[in-house]
Antibody, heavy 123, light 113 residues
């Protein structure tokens, strides 16, 4: 059974750094990218980008380029989302997600999702 | 970037009655391979999103057959043949043509009348 388990909720102050995690199990970890999705309070879903655990290559959506950093540790089957300096506007729930299938060089239809990590940034 | 829109943004429903949500994309999602790269998700209150429909009309594993997806190009529809109380939540369409740069629609909130 494919499972994605995320780290627990965080409460931080503006300017602090943070790294949250997503650990995959039940499948070939290097074979699928893992994506990150942001959900701000009362709002919809925003796709942040992906990381390939096989080589840690990352692709960021334009809105998040330069704002966050993805990383991976294959030995731990874990990917990370990190901020160097949090802002109040980073308050959100963050989900990791894995594609349903890969074909023709691309992976599609995120089907497996973590439970979400709530990040609160407040002074 | 492909922009996704949905209508309506709010949909009160009656259990046992049908329901329909529309999704439009700013560019065609029809790939040269003949598939439409359009997915539908449902996020129930307090839960992670769950995949309902992929490639425009294929139901994901375990999804009841009262859910169906249709459409091609830039216009898509999600239909629920007979709404059940457990179907409340927010429905999102998402384009996958520009994988891995996906974009979601704004969401349609479905609740009971």
């Amino acid at each position: 059974e494919v499972q994605l388990v995320q780290s627990g909720p965080e409460v931080k102050k503006p300017g602090e750094s943070l790294k949250i995690s997503c650990t995959g199990s039940g499948y070939s970890f290097p074979s699928y990218w893992l994506g990150w999705v942001r959900q701000t309070p009362g709002k919809g879903l925003e796709w942040m980008g992906i990381i390939y655990p096989s080589n840690s290559d990352s692709i960021y959506s334009p809105s998040f380029q330069g704002q966050v950093t993805f990383s991976a540790d294959r030995s731990l089957r874990t990917v990370y989302l990190q901020w160097s300096s949090l802002q109040a506007s980073d308050t959100a729930i963050y989900f990791c997600a894995r594609a349903r299938y890969c074909s023709g060089g691309g992976c599609y239809s995120p089907e497996y999702w973590g439970q979400g990590t709530l990040v609160i940034v407040s002074s | 970037d492909i922009v996704m829109t949905q209508s309506p943004l709010s949909l009160p429903v009656t259990p046992g009655e049908p329901a329909s949500i529309s999704c439009r994309s700013s560019q065609s999602l029809l790939h040269r391979n003949g598939y439409n790269y359009l997915d539908w998700y449902l996020q129930k209150p307090g839960q992670s999103p769950q995949l309902l429909i992929y490639l425009g009309s294929d139901r994901a594993s375990g999804v009841p057959d009262r859910f169906s997806g249709s459409g091609s190009g830039t216009n898509f529809t999600l239909k629920i043949s007979r709404v059940e109380a457990e179907d409340v939540g927010v429905y999102y369409c998402m384009q996958g043509l520009e994988s891995p740069r996906f974009t979601f629609g704004p969401g349609t909130k479905v609740d009971l009348k």
